[in-house]
């Protein structure tokens, strides 16, 4: 009898330490699952240009509002591509036209306007053009006639917007050269090939506003 009742306490004693070893190793798996997932553990240009962002005031306020973020290169993408597809992932191809940084700052702010989800709005594109274009020019050296968008009248009305957004950082919607100005703006992304009316990008006719780049602005 002895023998078999320390064979089985041994065996408990295995079964004990295997168990929190095996413990242990599922909490280190989890917490590097979460690192990666906040992007700490990943290295590469887009990462590199993130950790840039955040470290402006603009990507600070920005960063208040975002999901863990992950960058996937997708070589089937046209060269040039960056897109927001969901669960804080943004997917890019190469030839990526630099400075990148804008750029990376453009698909951030869809993170920051629709979180988990995708939306394919030209109201959501325009305000993240706005957005794209403030951050651009609070970089040193940034000249506005290098800042590009879309097409130059789709350029154009985005400087105004900006302009706009800077002045006043609260709702216009009431302001009738505000409504017309983003009215101009849907106009011109209608007849783009890539919000235009033959993608699958919708607009929200009423909808004349900035909600979500004011509310960034606006966070301390
Ligand atoms: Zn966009």
């Known amino acids: 009898m002895r023998p078999i009742c320390l064979g089985f306490l041994q065996l408990l004693l295995v079964l004990f330490l295997f168990g929190s070893c095996a413990r242990e190793a599922l909490d280190v798996e989890q917490e590097l699952r979460q690192e990666s997932l906040l992007g700490e553990d990943r290295k590469g240009p887009m990462y590199d240009e993130m950790d840039k962002i955040k470290e402006t005031p603009l990507g600070k306020k920005l960063f208040k509002g975002l999901i863990p ?17 969901g669960m804080g992932v943004i997917r890019y191809s190469g030839d990526l036209e630099s400075p990148v940084g804008p750029l990376v700052f453009h698909e951030l702010f869809h993170v920051y306007q629709t979180k ?16 794209q274009y403030l951050y651009y020019m609070s970089l040193e050296g940034a000249k506005k006639k290098n800042f590009w968008a879309v097409s130059n009248e789709f350029r154009a009305i985005i400087i105004k917007l900006a302009d706009y957004a800077r002045r006043y950082p609260e709702y216009q919607t009431g302001d009738p050269e505000f409504r017309r100005l983003y009215g101009l703006a849907l106009y011109y992304l209608r007849q783009s090939t890539l919000y235009g009316t033959n993608t699958n990008y919708t607009e929200d006719p ?15």
């Open 69 to 85: 973020i992950k960058f996937e290169y997708d070589p089937s993408m046209r060269p040039g591509r960056m897109g927001y597809v």
């Open 116 to 131: 988990e989800k995708v939306v394919a709005s030209r109201n959501n594109e325009i305000e993240a053009y706005v957005a």
């Open 206 to 220: 009423t909808l004349c506003s900035f909600p979500n780049l004011f509310l960034m602005l606006n966070q301390s």
